[in-house]
């Protein structure tokens, strides 16, 4: 079974919250991270902020699925060229950890500097920022 926990410093014990800093605690049997309990499944998407950015050896992404949809993950460059497909399936509902070793597709290392991360689905997309530094 599969257990998150949120802990909040404004507020105690929380789903969820958009102010001040969070710490998440995850508790998975398998490396995907999914949480596929209905009672537990997230009442929106997210995307959080990655850990550590900038990055020199690899990144972690977080984000958030309240329904069973495709899910698009890409990692583009300042031009907007898309670098690494990071998922492109239908995923359930739940939370989501996956990584970055800063390559592309072909697995060659990216140059040093600014990239964009963009989670997509059909009713959701969000941008941000990571700095990779080789």
Not at 18 to 25: E, P, Q, V, Y
Not at 34 to 52: D, F, G, Q, V
Not at 70 to 84: A, H, M, P, Q, T
Not at 93 to 117: I, L
């Amino acid at each position: 079974t599969s257990r998150s926990w949120w802990y909040n410093v404004s507020n105690g014990w929380n789903n969820w919250t958009s102010h001040n800093w969070m710490i998440r605690l995850m508790q998975s049997p398998n490396p995907s991270g999914t949480e596929t309990h209905p009672s537990n499944a997230p009442r929106c998407y997210r995307l959080h902020n990655i850990y550590p950015n900038p990055f020199y050896d690899r990144c972690c992404f977080a984000f958030d699925i309240p329904e069973e949809t495709n899910c698009l993950f890409e990692i583009y460059d300042v031009s907007g060229r898309i670098i690494k497909t990071i998922n492109n399936s239908t995923l359930k509902p739940g939370y989501y950890t996956m990584k970055w070793d800063g390559k592309d597709n072909h697995e060659e290392h990216v140059a040093s500097g600014v990239y964009f991360y963009r989670l997509k689905t059909k009713s959701f997309s969000m941008t941000k920022k990571i700095v990779y530094i080789q």
